[in-house]
């Protein structure tokens, strides 16, 4: 959660600016439930008149938005859009491309980038390495229901236990088609957690993912997948190790 007291000290002449960015993330950070004033005055630590000043500006500008009857507010039609337009040279691909290449060298695996987008995972980009597997090409671009990917389970675990009973009841029968029921779910998530990292074996292919910040209020992972012989169990703890290893130079 952002908020304003962890904020490096403005620059002179840009302290509406920082604010009213520092405002913008906290209500992303909360845009499925949407945030009160009251909540962001609290959280931000301003005077309700200067949240309620800036609030205003990033609505009128299209940042932001308050419901017609509802006191909380969401990110607007602008702030999507902003997004939307990122996707078409996605900043976090040039971010992490030269770790991927790393990485696929190092462990001579094929490696995945996919962001959280909603109920699903969107995956970004995909560096083969020296032994690539002809259909993964076919996924970069693709939204996949969270869980249904290696990489991707890392951002399922992340959630909280009644957010993703909620989830698993939205997409029960997708789940259902591919044979993952909600009690192997919860043991993968389980295991997922306590070893910091996802590591599954499932229709042939194995894998090991993990999950990282994307800025403020995103989320976003990289994996190892390929054939199942390929990633035995007994690889994890060293494949984990080596994204970890490769994740801190970001």
């Not at 990033?58 to 006191?71: C, I, K, S, Y």
């Not at 980038?113 to 699903?120: C, I, K, T």
Request: hydrophobic fraction near 45%; glycine fraction near 8%; aromatic fraction near 4%.
């Amino acid at each position: 959660m952002v908020s304003a007291s962890r904020l490096p000290a403005p620059k002179r002449g840009t302290q509406s600016v920082d604010r009213a960015l520092a405002l913008l993330r906290l209500v992303a950070a909360r845009h499925a439930d949407g945030l009160p004033l009251c909540q962001l005055v609290q959280t931000s630590g301003l005077e309700r008149t200067t949240v309620y000043r800036l609030v205003s500006a990033l609505v009128t500008a299209g940042l932001l938005q308050r419901e017609p009857g509802a006191a909380a507010y969401r990110l607007g039609n602008e702030a999507m859009a902003l997004g939307l337009a990122a996707l078409q040279r996605p900043p976090l691909i040039e971010q992490c491309r030269p770790v991927m290449k790393a990485l696929a060298r190092r462990a001579g695996e094929p490696v995945f980038l996919v962001a959280r987008s909603g109920d699903y995972s969107h995956c970004l980009h995909l560096e083969e390495g020296p032994r690539p597997v002809c259909s993964f090409a076919k996924t970069v671009g693709s939204l996949r229901l969270l869980g249904l990917g290696v990489p991707s389970f890392t951002l399922l675990a992340r959630m909280e236990d009644a957010a993703i009973a909620a989830h698993y009841a939205r997409h029960a029968g997708e789940y259902q088609e591919h044979r993952l029921t909600r009690p192997k779910l919860q043991r993968w998530i389980a295991q997922t957690r306590e070893q910091g990292y996802a590591q599954i074996t499932a229709q042939g292919l194995s894998g090991v993912g993990l999950r990282f910040a994307l800025g403020s209020c995103g989320d976003a992972a990289l994996g190892f997948v390929a054939p199942t012989a390929r990633i035995p169990r007994s690889r994890g703890p060293a494949l984990a190790a080596l994204l970890r290893q490769e994740l801190a130079r970001l």
